[in-house]
Nanobody
Framework: VQVVESGGALVQAGGSLRLSCTVT????????MGWFRQAPGKERESVSC????????RYSDSVKERFTISRDNVKNILYLDMNSLKPEDTGIYYC???????????????????????WGQGTQVTVSS
């Protein structure tokens, strides 16, 4: 399984970005996915998760109503649309895949990220004030 994130950039506060995550060598639409991020000197945190069908999503409180997760199960791409960016959104953003097919958990499952087995190398997002 290959997981490759892209779309990170330097952007001013209030701006927008779209991150993409391309996945190969797996049955993409059988697996729930998530976006996570890690700021300098901080632990990794969950940003958002999406079910394998794409019909159900979860968001951390810090990004609700600003970020939107979506997926294209034909192209095997996961997206994260980020609007109204803030300096505290700065960090490396990672895409990850739930280890079990056809499984989508609750908010705690998404927040912990413990069941996400396949991770990309990350893409850097920097928001300047």
């Amino acid at each position: 399984v290959q997981v490759v994130e892209s779309g990170g950039a330097l952007v001013q506060a209030g701006g927008s970005l779209r991150l993409s995550c391309t996945v190969t060598s797996m049955v993409f639409d059988d697996y729930s996915m998530g976006w996570f991020r890690q700021a300098p000197g901080k632990e990794r945190e969950s940003v958002s998760c999406i079910s394998y069908t794409g019909r159900t999503t979860r968001y951390s409180d810090s990004v609700k109503e600003r970020f939107t997760i979506s997926r294209d199960n034909v192209k095997n791409i996961l997206y994260l649309d980020m609007n109204s960016l803030k300096p505290e959104d700065t960090g490396i953003y990672y895409c990850a895949i739930e280890e079990h097919p056809n499984r989508f958990g609750d908010d705690a499952w998404c927040r912990k990220g413990a069941n996400f087995a396949f991770w990309g190398q990350g893409t850097q997002v920097t928001v300047s004030s």
